[in-house]
């Protein structure tokens, strides 16, 4: 079974500062790491996301499926609302943002009872903590994959950083890229702008074009992408080797 599918990576996340642990709540499986266990309180913020995710898929059966962005509802729940404005931004339909718009209303929600956070699910991960952070970089198959990290300043969080990938994972990608990384205080923007670039990649060529794109979208401090052994990077971004 491959490595992201069995989440051992997870065991590499454990700052020496913070308590970490899981919670699963039915297709949502959060690693967590805060200054104490807050397994309940985490449980209790996924319930509530949940929630209202699915009764407004249930009101609203295109929700789910759509593909594309669809309007603004001043009736639906904050979580739903973040997604359908960060989509209409990216373009992409509402769901590509349900990974990172979970784990930055758990994040946000577990602040009320933490300095610090560290929210991942399945890839994309909202950050608050007090000293800098470095994120490994994981590309599937491709040579630069565990040879490469994000450091994450302090004055960059609260901060989303979401991945998508045409070649790793089970999510929906037209694209080809091995990965594209986004960095943006919204994590579900960041989760619905991956997704977006990642879908525009189908050559080497198109990496370079990338920052252009993500320009267009706003709201996003930097990024990269990688197909194979070639790597683009853009804005508010450092690597570090790892």
């Not at 990496?207 to 790597?231: F, P, S």
């Amino acid at each position: 079974m491959p490595l992201y599918t069995k989440r051992t990576y997870r065991k590499q996340v454990r700052p020496g500062d913070m308590t970490c642990f899981g919670v699963a709540v039915k297709e949502t499986d959060l690693w967590v790491c805060a200054d104490r266990n807050l397994a309940d309180e985490t449980r209790d913020l996924i319930f509530d996301c949940r929630h209202q995710i699915e009764s407004y898929m249930k009101l609203t059966p295109g929700f789910r499926d759509s593909l594309v962005p669809l309007p603004d509802d001043p009736l639906a729940p904050p979580v739903v609302k973040e997604m359908i404005r960060v989509t209409s931004q990216t373009h992409v339909g509402p769901m590509a943002s349900v990974a990172g718009a979970i784990a930055q209303f758990v994040g946000r929600g577990l602040l009320q009872f933490t300095k610090q956070v560290i929210v991942e699910n399945g890839g994309d991960i909202f950050l608050n903590a007090h000293r800098s952070l470095t994120v490994s970089v994981f590309a599937g198959s491709s040579a630069l994959s565990h040879r490469l990290g994000l450091l994450i300043s302090t004055d960059q969080m609260p901060l989303g950083v979401c991945s998508s990938s045409g070649t790793v994972g089970h999510s929906l990608s037209h694209g080809t890229a091995d990965l594209v990384c986004v960095l943006s205080p919204s994590a579900a923007l960041a989760d619905a702008a991956a997704t977006a670039l990642g879908n525009r990649i189908r050559s080497v060529e198109d990496l370079e074009r990338a920052a252009q794109w993500a320009d267009r979208i706003g709201g996003i401090l930097g990024g990269m992408a990688v197909m194979g052994d070639t790597l683009s990077a853009w804005g508010d971004v450092e690597l570090v080797e790892v």
